[in-house]
C-alpha cells in the first residue's frame, strides 16, 4: 500500500457523472479481511451478525475515517469495515465528528476493533436504551435458528 501511494496511485481520477478520486479495491480487501467479518466499530451493539449477502459476499462497508473525495488515505489503516447501521452513524449521524475519531485508531490497531473490553473499561460504550433494544429483538428474530444463536451468544459474552 505504501509503494501504490509513493507511486501516485492514490491521487488516480475515475470518470463519474463528476470526477472522484479512485479507490483501490486492494485497500478495501484488506480493510475487510482485517475484520473477520465483523463491524469494526467497538461500540456496535451487534459487530457479530452475519453481515453477508444471500450469495456470501460481505455486507460490511468499508469507509475511510477521512473522506476519501476530500484527500483522506486510500490505505487500510485509514479504512474501517462497518456493518451499515454504524456506517450512516459515521458518515451521516449527529456525532459522527466523534464517532469518526474514535474509530481512527482502531483502523490503525488491527485488534482494537475486537477489543470491546477496553471500550467498556474506559467508560465509551454507549448506554442501551429501550428503543435500541426492540430493534435487536426484531432484527434477531428475523434471523435463521443457527445465527440467531450465534448473535444471541454473541451478545451474552459481550454485555452478561
Given at each position: 500500500?505504501?509503494?501504490?501511494?509513493?507511486?501516485?496511485?492514490?491521487?488516480?481520477?475515475?470518470?463519474?457523472?463528476?470526477?472522484?478520486?479512485?479507490?483501490?479495491?486492494?485497500?478495501?480487501?484488506?480493510?475487510?479481511?482485517?475484520?473477520?467479518?465483523?463491524?469494526?466499530?467497538?461500540?456496535?451493539?451487534?459487530?457479530?451478525?452475519?453481515?453477508?449477502?444471500?450469495?456470501?459476499?460481505?455486507?460490511?462497508?468499508?469507509?475511510?475515517?477521512?473522506?476519501?473525495?476530500?484527500?483522506?488515505?486510500?490505505?487500510p489503516s485509514a479504512m474501517i469495515?462497518?456493518?451499515?447501521?454504524?456506517?450512516?452513524?459515521?458518515t451521516r449521524g449527529a456525532g459522527?465528528?466523534?464517532?469518526?475519531?474514535?474509530?481512527?485508531?482502531?483502523?490503525r490497531e488491527p485488534d482494537a476493533?475486537?477489543?470491546?473490553?477496553?471500550?467498556?473499561?474506559?467508560?465509551?460504550?454507549?448506554?442501551?436504551?429501550?428503543?435500541?433494544?426492540?430493534?435487536?429483538?426484531?432484527?434477531?428474530?428475523?434471523?435463521?435458528?443457527?445465527?440467531?444463536?450465534?448473535?444471541?451468544?454473541?451478545?451474552?459474552?459481550?454485555?452478561?
Amino acid at each position: 500500500m505504501e509503494k501504490r501511494e509513493a507511486d501516485g496511485r492514490h491521487e488516480q481520477r475515475a470518470d463519474t457523472a463528476g470526477i472522484r478520486r479512485a479507490r483501490d479495491r486492494e485497500a478495501r480487501e484488506a480493510a475487510l479481511l482485517r475484520s473477520e467479518g465483523r463491524c469494526e466499530n467497538p461500540w456496535c451493539l451487534l459487530p457479530e451478525l452475519p453481515y453477508r449477502t444471500a450469495a456470501g459476499g460481505s455486507l460490511l462497508e468499508v469507509d475511510h475515517i477521512d473522506d476519501h473525495a476530500r484527500g483522506g488515505r486510500d490505505h487500510p489503516s485509514a479504512m474501517i469495515a462497518l456493518c451499515p447501521n454504524c456506517h450512516a452513524n459515521k458518515t451521516r449521524g449527529a456525532g459522527r465528528a466523534a464517532l469518526r475519531e474514535r474509530l481512527r485508531p482502531v483502523a490503525r490497531e488491527p485488534d482494537a476493533a475486537q477489543d470491546s473490553d477496553a471500550a467498556r473499561a474506559t467508560g465509551a460504550m454507549p448506554p442501551r436504551s429501550k428503543a435500541v433494544l426492540e430493534q435487536c429483538a426484531a432484527l434477531l428474530a428475523s434471523l435463521d435458528d443457527a445465527d440467531r444463536n450465534r448473535a444471541l451468544a454473541s451478545l451474552t459474552d459481550r454485555f452478561g
